[in-house]
């Protein structure tokens, strides 16, 4: 079952949402990309250079599942990524990376846990987000990263790009927006809980809202 079964409404989709994260200041400039799998398998994207504020439906890319071009101007240079995450999780119809400013942040960060980069301090965390492996640096669209996305993408839906940003894969742009969106948001709180005693939820409350795997 796919939620993308029309190629014209996904597009649509595709772009109120990239606006609307682009508009809420969830990425900048021309940073950031989107994508859906369409029925039939292949890949949406918006294209590589493109803003998230001012792409286009005409102007979206479609690639295979292994990141190839087929349509349309040129993919993301993040498509191979995309692509991994699609075959990793066969129930994701959905893609979203950004360069969301908190995120990012924490990225950047020296000593960061790579098996979790943050800890689940909320319940509504725990539910979108879950468990976020921190991936090491590599440039923007270094396809030598693809078989370790790969690999973290089929136990983990969100993944955090060391010295760049967060990927999410969800069962719809909807869900995949959701997350990216509450990730950022507890990437806020935790600066603000340095220096406070602080009590996140334990293994077990975390486990219990975890997602369901899409
Ligand atoms: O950080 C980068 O350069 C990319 O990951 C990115 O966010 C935007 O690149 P394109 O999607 O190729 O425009
Ligand atoms: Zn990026």
């Given at each position: 079952?796919?939620?993308?079964?029309?190629?014209?409404?996904?597009?649509?989709l595709?772009?109120?949402?990239?606006?609307?994260?682009?508009?809420r200041?969830?990425?900048?400039?021309s940073?950031?990309?989107?994508?859906?799998?369409?029925?039939?398998?292949?890949?949406?994207?918006?294209?590589?250079?493109?803003?998230?504020?001012?792409?286009?439906?005409?102007?979206?890319?479609?690639?295979?599942?292994?990141?190839?071009?087929?349509?349309?101007?040129?993919p993301?240079?993040?498509?191979?990524?995309?692509?991994?995450?699609?075959?990793?999780?066969?129930?994701?119809?959905?893609?979203?990376?950004?360069?969301?400013?908190?995120?990012?942040?924490?990225?950047?960060?020296?000593?960061?846990?790579p098996?979790n980069?943050?800890?689940?301090?909320t319940?509504?965390?725990?539910?979108?987000?879950?468990?976020?492996?921190?991936?090491?640096?590599?440039a923007?669209?270094?396809?030598?990263?693809?078989?370790?996305?790969?690999?973290?993408?089929?136990?983990?839906?969100?993944?955090?790009?060391?010295?760049?940003?967060?990927?999410?894969?969800?069962?719809?742009?909807?869900?995949?927006?959701?997350?990216?969106?509450?990730?950022?948001?507890?990437?806020?709180?935790?600066?603000?809980?340095?220096?406070?005693?602080?009590?996140?939820?334990?293994?077990?409350?975390?486990?219990?809202?975890?997602?369901?795997?899409?």
């Open positions: 079952m796919t939620p993308y079964d029309d190629e014209k409404a996904a597009r649509a595709l772009v109120r949402t990239a606006r609307s994260l682009f508009t200041g969830l990425t900048h400039c940073t950031g990309n989107l994508s859906v799998r369409l029925a039939g398998g292949s890949l949406l994207l918006t294209p590589t250079g493109s803003s998230l504020g001012t792409v286009e439906e005409a102007e979206l890319s479609l690639t295979d599942l292994t990141g190839r071009h087929l349509d349309g101007p040129r993301t240079k993040e498509a191979f990524l995309h692509a991994a995450f699609y075959r990793a999780r066969p129930s994701a119809h959905a893609v979203v990376h950004l360069h969301s400013t908190h995120a990012t942040a924490v990225s950047c960060l020296d000593g960061v846990d098996a980069a943050l800890p689940p301090l319940a509504y965390y725990a539910m979108r987000v879950g468990t976020l492996p921190l991936l090491p640096y590599h923007p669209g270094d396809s030598s990263l693809e078989p370790l996305a790969e690999r973290t993408a089929r136990g983990h839906h969100a993944i955090l790009l060391a010295n760049h940003g967060p990927v999410i894969a969800d069962a719809t742009l909807e869900k995949a927006a959701d997350a990216i969106e509450e990730l950022e948001e507890t990437a806020k709180l935790h600066p603000l809980l340095q220096g406070h005693a602080t009590r996140p939820l334990t293994p077990e409350q975390a486990a219990a809202l975890a997602p369901n795997p899409s």
